[in-house]
């Protein structure tokens, strides 16, 4: 069982780490080892041909359940061989992709997501009636949601949420995906308000799709599809966290998909 802040070994089943003949040194790790926690790490050490890796563990102590833990590697040019893998060199600023075999890529546009957030709004004023609803602009539709403070019962309405949420691992940076959040907390206040989210879709996000913490919060028919395939949303063990997370007093309506 790891010890926090020592370096780990994992020993690969089987021979599949070994047969790529690659030196995993500085890939990064996706460590499904504490159940429902899912980690990342660097690889401290690892030679081609071993079927073993070295990690710095700093996740809490905690017992692996071996037969129930997977894991894998990214952030390597060599691993890239399949359609649709991509590796970005920080060095020298050039993109491996590896594209569809039915897409003519003269015909479309590659994009990257430059930035986490495309908004921050705090005090988000009441809506006078039960038709106002916010929305974005139209070059932000296909982006995500901003962080948002202090909501009361502001209604969310028909956005689209294309990757909402990404990790920064092609980049080197293992910290915690910056999330979609939505707080109704008021500063210095126990209460909180809530928010109407209505006919919203969350697409391909890395990560939770969306966080809020609200009092009578409604989410009704919204579409949820590829999102938080990773699952790696923790520093440290704990009880794990889904998809959509929620800390609420009153849920009025939960009709989601």
């Known amino acids: 069982n790891p010890t926090n802040g ?8 089987g021979s599949d780490l070994a047969g790529t003949g690659v030196n995993m ?11 429902w926690n899912t980690f990342v790490a660097k690889v401290k050490h690892h030679e081609a041909g071993d079927n073993k890796f070295t990690y710095e563990h700093t996740f809490g102590s905690f017992k692996i359940e071996h ?15 399949i359609p649709e893998e991509w590796h970005f060199d920080k060095n020298t600023n050039v993109l491996t992709f590896i594209p569809p075999t039915d897409v003519d890529m003269s015909k479309v546009k590659l994009r990257g997501k430059v930035q986490s957030y495309a908004m921050t709004i705090t005090k988000f004023p009441e809506p006078a009636d039960k038709k106002h609803r916010f929305s974005l602009p139209p070059q932000l539709k ?7 403070y202090m909501l009361t019962n502001s209604p969310f309405d028909s ?9 920064k691992r092609m980049l080197g940076d293992i910290s915690l995906i910056e999330r979609t959040d939505i707080n109704g907390r008021f500063p210095g206040k126990s209460c909180c308000g809530g928010f109407h989210f209505i006919n919203n879709t969350f697409y391909g996000s890395d990560g939770i799709a969306l966080a809020y913490h609200g009092q009578g919060s409604v989410l009704e028919h919204n579409y949820f599809e590829y999102n938080d395939w990773t699952s790696a949303n923790m520093m440290r063990y704990g009880g794990g966290m889904a998809t959509i997370y929620q800390i609420v007093t009153t849920m009025k309506s939960d009709r989601t998909l």
């Open 6 to 13: 020592k370096t780990c070994t994992i020993e690969n089943e």
């Open 25 to 35: 040194t500085d890939a990064v790790a996706v460590l499904n080892i504490g159940k």
């Open 67 to 81: 037969e129930l833990s997977r894991y894998f590697l990214e952030d390597k040019v060599e691993l890239v061989d």
């Open 142 to 148: 296909h982006t995500h949601l901003p962080r948002t």
């Open 159 to 167: 956005l689209n949420f294309m990757y909402p949420s990404y990790s």
